[in-house]
T-cell receptor
Framework: NAGVTQTPKFRILKIGQSMTLQCTQD?????MYWYRQDPGMGLKLIYY???????DKGEVPNGYNVSRSTTEDFPLRLELAAPSQTSVYFC????????????FGPGTRLLVL | DAKTTQPNSMESNEEEPVHLPCNHS???????IHWYRQLPSQGPEYVIH???SNVNNRMASLAIAEDRKSSTLILHRATLRDAAVYYC?????????????FGGGTRLMVKP
């Protein structure tokens, strides 16, 4: 199993540009998540999904959109990139809710200039 | 979710045991205590979790106070590879969102 994979590893965007961060998991997990981590800080939840076709906002959803058309994929869309979105983005997945372990991808480092 | 308090940083010598404390005085009866760690330039990874009893796995041990208001992650023999930020997280098993709420964590430095 590859686990959770993310692409790209690193990207530079200009202010106002858009991009999609890709996330794929091969563990047949129902739950998927997007977090962002600013330098020296803990992770903050952006969006999560409890299954295909179902998504919900986390703590910091503004400026982002998500979709979940399949169990495996959970892309994160940035519209009109801003310098405040400079961060490392982590995708994660888990089988279920409650105390289930979350498995994280390697992250995408995004720089908005 | 209830909050946790951890020291900002700790130091250890290689091959010595490390005890990483976590205070969670407002823990509820449905909160599990989880530990994740984040190695440099990587995503977080699960370490261990428990509810009331002490737990052991191949990575670490988790000692939970009888009143559950504090816990300690124990690395029995620290290696250089254990240098990471360790997060203590409370998770309500009734939480449908299943999100992890990360605090600042403890940065563990391991000296050779």
């Amino acid at each position: 199993n590859a686990g959770v994979t993310q692409t790209p590893k690193f990207r530079i965007l200009k202010i106002g540009q858009s991009m999609t961060l890709q996330c794929t998991q091969d563990m047949n997990h129902n739950y998927m998540y997007w977090y962002r981590q600013d330098p020296g800080m803990g992770l903050k939840l952006i969006y999560y999904s409890v299954g295909a076709g179902i998504t919900d906002k986390g703590e910091v959803p503004n400026g982002y959109n998500v979709s979940r058309s399949t169990t495996e994929d959970f892309p994160l869309r940035l519209e009109l990139a801003a310098p405040s979105q400079t961060s490392v983005y982590f995708c994660a997945s888990s089988y279920g809710t409650g105390y289930e372990t979350q498995y994280f991808g390697p992250g995408t480092r995004l720089l908005v200039l | 979710d209830a909050k946790t308090t951890q020291p900002n940083s700790m130091e250890s010598n290689e091959e010595e045991p490390v005890h990483l404390p976590c205070n969670h005085s407002t823990i509820s009866g449905t909160d599990y205590i989880h530990w994740y760690r984040q190695l440099p330039s990587q995503g977080p990874e699960y370490v261990i979790h428990g509810l009331t009893s002490n737990v052991n796995n191949r990575m670490a041990s988790l000692a939970i106070a009888e009143d559950r208001k504090s816990s300690t992650l124990i690395l029995h023999r620290a290696t250089l590879r254990d240098a990471a930020v360790y997060y203590c997280i409370l998770r309500d098993y009734n939480n449908a969102g299943n999100m992890l709420t990360f605090g600042g964590g403890t940065r563990l430095m391991v000296k050779p």
